[in-house]
């Protein structure tokens, strides 16, 4: 495997997360009925929905293909395993704990792609980037948890 495989097959990882995690904010965005909460998870899915298009742009500058679409039922790893059920229960508290949770696993991931040696420039400062924004998110988040 070449370096620029390696790459791509990480950041290929990190992009099917982002369509999982952009699902799993419009779902929770469908099920609770706090407005602020709403257009916060309207938001937080547009974000992802961005970051998976900045990904797939740098996986096609390495030549490679990028994945088309959320993950497969049951890898352990999603980052919004849960929120169906979460939201089944109509529990915006649980709802908000599931995201904290996701995202903390977000922020996790991008740093272990951006420890990788020699990383591009330009992956490494769209990755920074997008976990920096993330990293803002987890706070929002867990003010609303705050307050729920």
């Known amino acids: 495997m070449t370096y620029s495989e390696k790459i791509s097959n990480k950041l290929n990882e990190l992009l099917t997360k982002n369509y999982d995690a952009e699902a799993g904010y419009k779902l929770a965005s469908e099920n609770v009925k706090n407005n602020t909460l709403k257009e916060y998870f309207n938001r937080r899915a547009k974000e992802r929905y961005d970051f998976g298009h900045q990904i797939k742009n740098e996986i096609k500058?390495?030549?490679?293909?990028?994945?088309?679409?959320?993950?497969?039922?049951?890898?352990?790893?999603?980052?919004?395993?849960?929120?169906?059920s979460t939201v089944s229960n109509d529990n915006e508290e649980a709802i908000l704990e599931e995201t904290i949770r996701g995202e903390k696993n977000a922020i996790e991931e991008y740093n272990n792609i951006l420890k990788?040696?020699?990383?591009?420039p330009?992956?490494?400062?769209?990755l920074i980037v997008q976990r920096d924004n993330i990293k803002s998110?987890?706070?929002?988040?867990?003010?609303?948890?705050?307050?729920?």
Do not use: C, Q
């Open 61 to 84: 500058v390495y030549g490679e293909t990028p994945d088309k679409g959320t993950s497969l039922a049951g890898d352990a790893h999603r980052l919004w395993m849960n929120v169906k």
């Open 116 to 120: 990788e040696p020699n990383i591009p």
């Open 122 to 126: 330009t992956t490494e400062s769209i």
């Open 137 to 148: 998110a987890l706070e929002e988040v867990k003010a609303f948890e705050i307050m729920a």
